[in-house]
């Protein structure tokens, strides 16, 4: 049986009346516009019949009455990868900008968290010279001596420690960046990793940053840290502990990043029952520490479920599934040898992830029905992603996709890797300047709320060929509208659409969505560089930040009530569907 889309829903009555009056009207109106295509028309002698595709309205309503999922307000998150201490860039966590970029996407979680969690190590120090870690001498003195001044004032003030780095400080960062990031990369090929320590200072610096920007911070421990009969070390973990609660700092927690991976990562295997007793142990010590006895728990971080991790996450879940507060795996949907922009547009790839959505919470609703799931690591691409592919529009379609698949699926909350560092699959690049998929991100959290609602689509049904899946590439999302966004009343409503044709696409809005003004944020590539563009236009203007501290003004098109949406070829558009006083959007 072919697969359905996940935007396809069944039909009430009502509804497929409200179409079959929407399609008369557009019927006979075509007899007297010639820019009607909704119906067929004889080609003229010699010319080509149009595409099935391209003759066809497709007529779009979402039922408003009551929500099929709701998810998180932080359903969109980030995370940073513990090789920022390592490669310099933890240092820089107080610039201005960064911050403001951050905040920009809260509410939010951030996961300090990855391959490295499990190689960190805490020592309460602060001594700099000691615990900096390689390349002090990359900077000059007086810049070093600034970044000291302002690691004293962290615990002296109250409030934000915000910083300009100066041009230069920030090219010898990014040579020590570069340098860094060839040693890392070597570590991951050969299997061989070395240790990173999370100073006091170090710590002081993540929650400062994640405080000021509106982040809640979940924070990775080492689960390698093992004593001689394979049990858990618990001494770093304790001592980081007591530091943060005599800091009052709100962290959430984790163990381990990956663990069906260890084998082949340190030679070294810890088993689901082992695991579970490490989480079970992790949860005693956390109620231990008076300031953590409520903190949330969070695991295990599952790799991509194939069947070494599927085996994993079941004997965990079965040993240890009441210990976290939500399960937490993770999804990358191609290495870092992809190399061409049609990768990202295969349907078949964006498919991927409902198929693992489906392995995860099987095992999930088999142990504890309920439990809240977590894609606690996502990303376009692992191994570093591609310059010019991951890091420009193109990778959008991947990122969009995988919001609207995530939360029509139930997942509560997706972490994207990473927010920033080195590489190319970040949102914010080494000059601290928005990509892409930040650009996405940030008019997804201004537009779109946790409460996910069904869409109904007419128009795209195509016959089914033996053997063949039925893959769709226009790509339709409903939710109500985010509350934390005044400009809209509540019970409006937000429809994002992916258009993976290369050809323009025309939707009408049918049913309750008919007669209702439309507000229209199309994101298309901005230059010349097509789908390979690393900026964004909003409705014809280019995105930029206007200074360190404001965003550029999101201004929507006004679309007149009963105007049929058209989606350019390759583009993400979304739509607010405004005072239409959706009742599933009211409460």
């Known amino acids: 049986m072919p697969k359905s889309s996940p935007c396809l829903f069944p039909w009430?009555?009502?509804?497929?009346?409200?179409?079959?009056?929407?399609?008369?009207?557009?019927?006979?109106?075509?007899?007297?516009?010639?820019?009607?295509?909704?119906?067929?028309?004889?080609?003229?002698?010699?010319?080509?019949?149009?595409?099935?595709?391209?003759?066809?309205?497709?007529?779009?309503?979402?039922?408003?009455?009551?929500?099929?999922?709701?998810?998180?307000?932080?359903?969109?998150?980030?995370?940073?990868?513990?090789?920022?201490i390592k490669d310099g860039w933890l240092d820089f966590l107080s610039s201005k900008r960064l911050v403001t970029l951050a905040r920009g996407l809260s509410p939010a979680f951030l996961r300090f968290g990855g391959k490295r969690s499990d190689f960190l190590q805490f020592n309460n120090q602060k001594n700099l010279a000691k615990f900096r870690g390689p390349g002090p001498d990359y900077y000059l003195k007086n810049y070093e001596d600034d970044i000291v001044r302002s690691d004293i004032a962290l615990d002296k003030q109250k409030g934000c420690k915000l910083a300009n780095h100066p041009d230069i400080m920030l090219e010898l960062q990014r040579e020590k960046a570069a340098t860094t990031q060839l040693v890392l990369l070597k570590e991951q090929l050969s299997n061989i990793y070395s240790n990173i320590t999370l100073t006091a200072r170090s710590l002081d610096k993540l929650y400062n940053f994640a405080d000021c920007a509106g982040l809640h911070l979940i924070l990775g421990l080492n689960a390698l840290h093992r004593n001689p009969d394979n049990s858990w070390n618990t001494s770093s973990t304790l001592s980081l502990l007591k530091y943060g609660a005599g800091k009052k700092y709100n962290i959430s927690w984790e163990l381990g990043n990956e663990p069906n991976a260890y084998r082949s990562m340190v030679g070294r295997a810890v088993n689901s029952t082992q695991l579970a007793q490490d989480y079970t142990k992790l949860r005693t010590l956390l109620q231990s520490v008076r300031y953590y006895h409520r903190a949330h728990l969070y695991g295990p971080n599952a790799g991509r479920p194939r069947k070494n991790a599927i085996l994993l996450l079941d004997g965990f879940m079965k040993n240890a599934g009441s210990v976290v507060d939500a399960v937490t795996w993770q999804h990358y949907y191609m290495d870092g040898r992809v190399n061409k922009v049609e990768d990202f547009l295969k349907t078949r790839l964006l498919d991927t992830l409902t198929e693992q959505i489906t392995k995860v919470t099987k095992v999930v609703n088999t142990h504890t029905p309920g439990k809240k799931v977590w894609l606690g690591g996502l990303g376009p691409a692992w191994a570093g992603g591609t310059s010019n592919l991951s890091d420009t529009y193109a990778a959008g379609f991947l990122w969009v996709n995988t919001l609207g698949m995530a939360a029509m699926q139930g997942i509560d909350v997706v972490l994207r890797h990473s927010f920033f560092d080195y590489g190319y699959t970040h949102l914010v690049d080494q000059h601290f300047n928005p990509l892409p998929d930040y650009w996405f991100s940030l008019v997804f959290k201004r537009l779109v709320g946790p409460r996910v609602l069904a869409v109904r689509v007419a128009g795209l049904q195509r016959k089914p060929q033996p053997g063949r899946v039925l893959r769709d590439k226009l790509r339709i999302y409903a939710h109500c509208t985010s509350y934390y966004n005044h400009n809209y009343v509540r019970g409006s409503i937000t429809i994002y659409i992916i258009n993976l044709h290369r050809s323009r696409k025309k939707i009408k809005l049918a049913g309750t969505l008919r007669n209702n003004t439309v507000h229209q944020y199309l994101l298309q590539p901005y230059g010349t560089d097509g789908l390979r563009a690393k900026h964004v236009q909003l409705n014809g203007e280019k995105l930029l930040m206007v200074d360190n501290e404001t965003f550029p003004e999101l201004k929507p098109k006004t679309l007149r009530a009963g105007r049929t949406i058209a989606m350019p070829p390759m583009t993400i558009g979304f739509y607010v569907i405004k005072n239409i006083n959706a009742y599933a959007c009211r409460r």
């Open 12 to 84: 009430s009555s009502l509804w497929l009346a409200s179409l079959a009056t929407l399609v008369v009207q557009s019927v006979l109106s075509s007899s007297y516009s010639s820019s009607s295509s909704s119906t067929y028309q004889r080609p003229a002698a010699g010319g080509k019949r149009p595409g099935f595709m391209e003759r066809t309205l497709i007529l779009l309503d979402v039922n408003t009455r009551s929500p099929i999922r709701v998810l998180n307000d932080n359903f969109l998150s980030l995370q940073l990868d513990p090789s920022i």
